[in-house]
């Protein structure tokens, strides 16, 4: 099976720097996506590694090592408004050659002023 | 614009009582899925179909049932609901970047 960790929680001030890391273990990985939601609200995508590196969005960089099965989100410049559950999720392909999409259980992040 | 609907938004049901969750997307992906949210449990996969006419199981098939009928649709039934199935359900087209609906926020009492 799949299965990913990630810490549940991570508390943070405003303007600072937070990482939000995400082991996997998955057979036919493809890529590590990133998803932010809001309480109350539906999972939104943030950012999608299929290659070993950094992929930068504005504030928002994910980090992916395939050979240590390895990612991380890096938020920068955090607001208020980051204060949100953040779930890395893996993409791989089955033995039917079809591909599926796997969440771990989600980061929640508190950010105060 | 609208991306991926789901409806209804909520429901209460009664324990044994049927329904069917609808979903469509107007994004043209072939892979759709269903996932369910618990407190602390993140958002589990329930079923999911890679293209049209084609579902398979994800981590916690039991109790459901999935069908799509064409590459737009792809709805869940419960064919006899328990409290236990009270959760939050999302629907979600795409794989790499997967869009999500709004939810349905289901009560089985």
């Known amino acids: 099976g799949q299965s990913l960790e990630q810490p549940s929680e991570v508390t943070a001030v405003e303007g600072a720097i937070v990482q939000i890391n995400c082991t996997y273990q998955?057979?036919?990985?493809?890529?590590l996506s990133w998803y932010q939601q809001h309480d109350g609200g539906a999972p939104t995508f943030l950012s999608y590694n299929a290659l070993d590196g950094l992929e930068e969005t504005g504030r928002f960089s994910s980090f992916l090592s395939r050979s240590d099965s390895y990612g991380y989100l890096l938020l920068q410049e955090l607001q208020m408004k980051d204060s949100a559950s953040y779930f890395c999720a893996v993409v791989y392909r089955e033995n039917t050659g079809f591909q599926k999409l796997v969440f771990g259980t989600g980061t929640r992040l508190l950010v105060s002023p | 614009n609208a991306g991926v609907t789901q409806t209804p938004k909520f429901q209460v049901l009664k324990t044994g009582q049927s329904m069917t969750l609808q979903c469509a997307q107007d994004?043209?992906?072939?892979?759709m899925y269903w996932y369910r949210q618990d407190p602390g449990m993140g958002l589990r996969l329930i079923y999911y179909s890679a293209s049209e006419g084609t579902t398979d199981k994800g981590e916690v098939p039991n109790g459901y049932n999935v069908s799509r009928l064409n590459k737009r649709e792809f709805s869940l039934r419960l064919e006899s609901a328990a409290p236990s199935q009270t959760s939050v359900y999302f629907c979600?087209?795409?794989?790499?970047?997967?869009?999500f609906g709004q939810g349905t926020r289901l009560t089985v009492v």
């Open positions: 994004m043209n992906h072939n892979s």
């Open positions: 998955t057979s036919g990985f493809y890529g």
């Open positions: 979600a087209a795409g794989h790499t970047e997967a869009f």
